[in-house]
C-alpha cells in the first residue's frame, strides 16, 4: 500500500511539473467557482393537475437529489464506471496508469476508461480541448487537478449526485432524471435494477447503446453491467442472472411530443414577458433555459387529453370523408385546378413533378413516402385542420388549448388563424340591439329583400323562406338571415362596430350589407373571448396560460392576479339576456344536437357558424365556467365539403366540443370542476323570452306592406329608401 501510495504520489508530482511547464493551463474552477457551480437546469412546465407537460432547456435536465437515487443505480454507476470511488481522493494512478499505457501510447481502445467518477465529473463542468495526443494528454492533466480540488469541496454523496445530473445520455438529454423519463417514461426513484444497468450502459456510448435505435447492443451492454454488480457483490450471480434473461423494454418518450405541444408555445411567451419584466424591476436575471423554473399553468390536463380524443374520433372518419370527395370526379378536377393555382402562385410549377422524401401526417400514423410536389400538395390542400380553445370565462385561465392535428408535421397553430366567422359573429349584433333597449320579443321582418346597390344583392335563409316575423331570441336561436340583417339595418355600423372592438377583436370591420351574416373575420382565442362576456354578466376578459411561477427551491417569483384583466363592456341586464337568448340556441335552436345526438346535458349556452360554401365550420359553447370553441376546415376557402350534413357547423365543428363534454360528463369530479348551473333569470327578466319565434303579420303590419314594393331596394349605402305614408305610420304605430 505505501509503494502504492508512493507511486500515486510521484506520478502526481511529475504530471504537475508537466503541467506547469508547458504552460497549457487554462482557467481553473477554484473553491467558490466549484462551491457556486450549478447544471444549466431545463425549467419545468405543470398542468393545474400536476402533471408535466414539457420542459424549456438549453440542455434538457432535470436536477434531483441523493435520496431520489435508487441504490441499484449508484451501484451500478460504480460497479462499471468507478469501482474504488469510495476509496480514491479523485484520482485512480492504477487506472490512469493503465489508460495512458494501453489506450495512448498502445492505442487499445478496449483496455477500458481511466477516469474516476470525479474526473468525468471534472469533464462535464469544465469540458474538453480539441482532439491529439498532447491535447489529450494535457486535459486528463487539467481533470485531474480538477478531481481533487472537488473531492475536497464536495462528499461522495454530493459528487456521485452532481455527476449523475450532468452526464449525458445522447439524444439531447442531460442527467440522470431527463434520461429516466426519456427512455422509461419514470422518475429516476421509480427506476427497477435492470433499468438502471441499462441507463449506466448508455454512458459508454450514447448512440451506440441507445436502447431505441441499438436494442441489443443496448441489453448486452446491460447484462455487462449487471455481470459487474455481480462481480462487486452488488448483485448475487443468481439475481443478476435472472436480470440478464428479462427481455429489453423501454417505455420510449419523445421530447417533441407531448399533448399539449402548441400550448407550450404560448407558455414559453408568456413566461418570456413575465421574466423580463420580473428582471427588469428585481436585477435578478433567471433565464427560462437554465434556471430549472417551475412554471404552474391552468391548462387542465384531463380536459386536453379528452378533447384530443374527440379530435381522433371525429375527424378522422371527417378526413376520409373529404378526401373521397376530391379523389374521383368534379371534386378531382377542382382540386387539380387549385393545386396548379397554388404552385403558380408559388412560383414552382416547373417543379410539380420533383420528387421528394417526407413525412406525412395521417389519423392512423404518420408514415414517410416520396411524393411529387404536385401529389404533396394536393395532399395538403385537402387536409382538414382544426382548433379548439377552452377559458374560465371569470378569470381567463386557459384551460384546454388544440392548436392543431398534429404539430410535428403542422405547427401553424390554428388557434391564431384568422378565418370568416359567419354565424357565430351575430350575437355581437344582437348585444348591441339589447344594449340599444330591444327585447328579447321584439320582432323583425323576414321579408325578401334586393340591394339595388349590390349588384342586386338578398340575403338568404337558410332554409330559403320569406314572409311574417321572427322574435330577437327567435331569429337568433334559428340562425335567420333577413331578420338578422334587419336589425342590423336599424341598428346601423358604428355602433357594431364600436361593440366588435370592445369584445377584443382586432380585424377591421367593413361596412358592407354582408357583415350581418357573418363576413367579419377572427380567430378562435378572439371568440372565445367575445363569448365569455355572456358567461360572465358583460365583462371582457384576458385569457393567460401561466398562474404561477417558482424558483426549484420552491421561491414564489411570479402569481397571477386575474381580477385587474376583466373590464365591463355591456350593462349585467345585457349579459344576462345574451346568455339566456344563446342558451336557447342550443336548447331550441341550430344547438340542439348536442343533447339530440350526443346526448350532452351540460348546461349550454351556444352558436354555430358555417361559412359561405361549407368552407370554415364553427361551433362556440359556454357555461357559467368554461367556454369552449372550435373551428375546422381545409387550408383554403377553394376547398370545402359540398353539403352542409358534412360541411355545417353543426356537422363538422359541434362534435368537436360535443365529445369532449360528453366524456366531461362521465367524469363526475372533472364535470364538478370545470362546470356549473346557470343562475335563474333575476325577477325583472323572468318572461322576456317567453314569445313564439315566429309569427304571421297582423292587419297592420299588412297595411304598412300596401305601401311598400314585393320586394324592398336599397341605394348603394344600404339605406332603404322610405316612403313617407309608411314613415308616418311606424312613427304612430311603433311598439
Not at 175 to 187: D, N, W
Not at 454 to 474: R, V
Request: hydrophobic share 40%; net charge positive.
Amino acid at each position: 500500500m505505501q509503494r502504492l501510495n508512493g507511486i500515486h504520489v510521484s506520478i502526481l508530482g511529475v504530471l504537475f511539473s508537466a503541467f506547469a511547464v508547458t504552460g497549457c493551463s487554462e482557467h481553473l474552477k477554484n473553491r467558490n467557482e466549484l462551491l457556486n457551480f450549478r447544471n444549466a437546469e431545463a425549467s419545468l412546465v405543470f398542468s393545474e393537475d400536476g402533471e408535466i407537460l414539457g420542459k424549456f432547456f438549453l440542455e434538457n435536465r432535470t436536477n434531483i437529489s441523493y435520496g431520489q437515487i435508487p441504490k441499484h443505480l449508484k451501484d451500478a454507476l460504480i460497479a462499471t464506471e468507478d469501482v474504488r470511488f469510495y476509496r480514491h481522493k479523485g484520482f485512480d494512478s492504477r487506472s490512469f496508469l493503465r489508460v495512458l499505457v494501453k489506450t495512448i501510447l498502445l492505442k487499445r481502445e478496449s483496455s477500458g476508461g481511466g477516469s474516476t467518477i470525479t474526473q468525468q465529473l471534472a469533464k462535464n463542468i469544465s469540458g474538453r480541448s480539441k482532439a491529439g495526443f498532447f491535447n489529450l494528454f494535457f486535459s486528463k492533466i487539467r481533470e485531474i487537478i480538477m478531481a481533487r480540488r472537488l473531492e475536497k469541496v464536495f462528499t461522495k454523496e454530493e459528487i456521485l449526485t452532481l455527476y449523475l445530473n450532468t452526464v449525458s445520455f445522447g439524444e439531447n438529454v442531460c442527467g440522470i432524471e431527463a434520461a429516466s423519463s426519456r427512455y422509461f417514461s419514470k422518475s429516476t426513484s421509480l427506476l427497477k435494477a435492470e433499468e438502471s444497468a441499462v441507463l449506466i450502459g448508455i454512458l459508454k456510448a450514447n448512440t451506440y447503446y441507445n436502447p431505441r435505435l441499438h436494442p441489443d447492443n443496448a441489453k448486452n451492454r446491460r447484462n455487462i453491467v449487471l455481470r459487474q454488480m455481480a462481480k462487486y457483490s452488488y448483485l448475487t450471480v443468481s439475481e443478476a442472472d435472472s436480470l440478464s434473461d428479462l427481455p429489453l423494454i423501454i417505455d420510449y418518450r419523445s421530447g417533441s411530443e407531448g399533448p399539449a405541444d402548441y400550448f407550450l408555445v404560448q407558455v414559453r411567451k408568456e413566461a418570456g414577458r413575465i421574466l423580463k419584466k420580473i428582471n427588469a424591476e428585481t436585477g435578478k436575471k433567471w433565464d427560462l433555459e437554465k434556471d430549472g423554473l417551475l412554471i404552474s399553468t391552468t391548462l387542465n390536463l384531463s380536459l386536453q387529453n379528452l378533447s384530443l380524443q374527440s379530435f381522433r374520433e371525429h375527424l378522422s372518419i371527417m378526413q376520409k370523408r373529404l378526401y373521397d370527395q376530391y379523389s374521383s370526379g368534379p371534386g378531382e378536377h377542382i382540386l387539380d385546378k387549385v393545386a396548379e393555382m397554388e404552385l403558380k402562385r408559388l412560383g414552382i410549377r416547373d417543379r410539380a413533378n420533383e420528387i421528394r422524401l417526407q413525412e406525412i401526417f395521417a389519423w392512423t400514423g404518420n408514415y414517410s413516402d416520396s411524393l411529387s410536389v404536385m401529389d404533396s400538395l394536393k395532399k395538403a390542400l385537402t387536409l382538414l385542420h382544426a382548433g379548439m380553445i377552452a377559458i374560465d370565462p371569470m378569470t381567463g385561465g386557459v384551460k384546454a388549448w388544440i392548436g392543431g392535428i398534429d404539430f410535428k408535421t403542422q405547427q401553424y397553430d390554428q388557434i391564431l388563424a384568422r378565418r370568416q366567422l359567419a354565424s357565430v359573429f351575430k350575437p355581437v349584433l344582437y348585444t348591441v340591439a339589447l344594449e340599444e333597449g330591444m327585447e328579447p320579443c321584439q320582432y323583425l321582418d323576414n321579408d325578401s329583400i334586393t340591394l339595388s346597390g349590390f349588384e342586386d344583392w338578398s340575403p338568404e335563409n337558410f332554409n330559403h323562406s320569406y314572409g311574417g316575423k321572427y322574435s330577437l331570441s327567435g331569429a337568433l336561436a334559428q340562425s335567420m338571415n333577413i331578420p338578422t340583417f334587419s336589425l342590423f339595418r336599424e341598428i346601423g355600423f358604428e355602433k357594431v362596430d364600436s361593440m366588435w372592438k370592445k369584445m377584443g377583436f382586432s380585424f377591421a370591420l367593413d361596412n358592407t350589407p354582408s357583415l350581418s351574416m357573418g363576413t367579419a373575420e377572427a380567430n378562435i382565442k378572439e371568440v372565445a373571448i367575445a363569448y365569455s362576456s355572456f358567461a360572465n354578466g358583460g365583462y371582457r376578459i384576458k385569457p393567460y396560460s401561466i398562474s404561477s411561477i417558482k424558483t426549484p427551491g420552491g421561491e414564489v417569483i411570479f402569481s397571477m392576479d386575474s381580477t385587474d384583466e376583466k373590464i365591463r363592456i355591456m350593462t349585467e341586464r345585457s349579459g344576462i339576456l345574451m346568455s339566456a337568448m344563446l342558451q336557447k340556441a342550443i336548447r331550441d335552436g341550430t344547438g340542439t344536437s348536442m343533447s339530440s345526438v350526443y346526448g350532452v346535458t351540460i348546461p349550454l349556452g351556444g352558436k354555430t357558424g358555417t361559412s359561405q360554401d361549407y368552407s370554415d365550420a364553427w361551433f362556440a359553447a359556454f357555461n357559467p365556467k368554461l367556454v369552449i370553441v372550435s373551428r375546422a376546415g381545409a387550408s383554403t376557402r377553394a376547398i370545402h365539403f359540398n353539403n352542409g350534413s358534412y360541411g355545417s357547423g353543426s356537422a363538422l365543428a359541434l362534435p368537436l366540443v360535443a365529445l369532449t363534454l360528453k366524456k366531461v360528463q362521465q367524469n363526475p369530479p372533472l364535470q364538478d370542476h370545470l362546470i356549473a348551473a346557470f343562475p335563474e333569470l333575476p325577477r325583472e327578466l323572468e318572461g322576456a323570452l317567453d314569445c313564439p319565434d315566429f309569427k304571421d303579420k297582423n292587419l297592420f303590419d299588412r297595411i304598412i306592406d300596401i305601401f311598400e314594393k314585393d320586394k324592398k331596394e336599397y341605394d348603394a349605402t344600404g339605406e332603404k329608401s322610405k316612403g313617407k305614408i309608411k314613415s308616418f305610420l311606424r312613427k304612430i304605430f311603433k311598439r
